[in-house]
């Protein structure tokens, strides 16, 4: 992406015409960080996904994903979610819930097997 800005405290990371291709908004509460994703999680956009969520998980160990308002999530996306749910597993009493999800996420995440590896409650 070429792009990145704020908006009403929401990172987008845009196209070079400053059109969103991903949104991300965090809320800490309770000693959970909710983080809830909005667009697409293109190839280009998968690395910023990723150390978004290293970057939470670096001082916050229980992870709630609200991913309702996502359209599409490239395989490099689904590899990013894949390595951040090992770190997790390798840390004591850390967890990593998805507690919302767009249809088009569920079905591509149930056809590969990772509503077996990666919580997913639909709240």
């Excluded at 970057?55 to 951040?84: K, P, W």
């Excluded at 998805?98 to 569920?106: G, K, N, Y």
Aim: glycine share 4%; hydrophobic share 45%; charged share 25%.
């Amino acid at each position: 992406m070429k792009k990145r800005q704020v908006n009403d405290n929401v990172l987008e990371l845009c196209e070079e015409s400053g059109t969103p291709v991903l949104s991300i908004a965090e809320e800490f509460a309770e000693n959970t960080m909710k983080i809830k994703f909005s667009g697409k999680i293109v190839t280009e956009t998968a690395h910023d996904f990723e150390d978004e969520l290293m970057a939470v998980l670096s001082f916050c160990h229980h992870i709630e994903l609200d991913m309702s308002e996502l359209t599409y999530l490239s395989g490099m996306a689904l590899q990013s979610l894949l390595s951040v749910q090992q770190m997790i597993d390798e840390t004591d009493g850390a967890w990593l819930k998805i507690t919302a999800i767009s249809p088009e996420a569920l079905s591509v995440m149930k056809e590969i097997g990772f509503d077996e590896i990666i919580e997913i409650v639909q709240t």
